[in-house]
């Protein structure tokens, strides 16, 4: 099972970058597929969440209206495109998957120890 994310990098504020979050080794489609990032310091947040079954997508405040979740189904890769970037955006980016039973839900509430598969996590700077 793997999860590998790229696409991370140094940008100004007000800049933009997608994230891409790669499956291989499981049931693509028996899987939500959420992003978690850990800024310098700070506690593992979880940031959004899609659904495989339906669609339905989660955001937390902080990214809502700049932050967009997309899914493709015949490359087995979730994307996170992150536009009008923030300082506060700053942090490791990580891709997990939680199995649809749990969905989404297990990001919206925090709970990323309930998550069944993470990736190892790129690195996103937004600096001056």
């Known amino acids: 099972v793997q999860l590998v994310e790229s696409g991370g990098g140094v940008v100004q504020p007000g800049g933009s970058l997608r994230l891409s979050c790669a499956a291989t080794?499981?049931?693509?489609?028996?899987?939500?597929i959420g992003w978690f990032r850990q800024p310098p310091g700070k506690e593992r947040e979880g940031v959004s969440c899609i659904s495989r079954s339906n669609d339905i997508t989660y955001y937390t405040d902080s990214v809502k209206g700049r932050f967009t979740i997309s899914s493709d189904n015949a490359k087995n890769t979730v994307y996170l495109q992150l536009n009008n970037l923030k300082p506060e955006d700053t942090a490791v980016y990580y891709c997990a998957a939680v199995h649809k039973f749990r969905g989404c839900t297990v990001v919206a509430e925090q709970f990323y120890n309930a998550m069944d598969y993470w990736g190892k996590g790129t690195l996103v700077t937004v600096s001056a």
């Open positions: 080794g499981f049931s693509f489609d028996d899987y939500d």
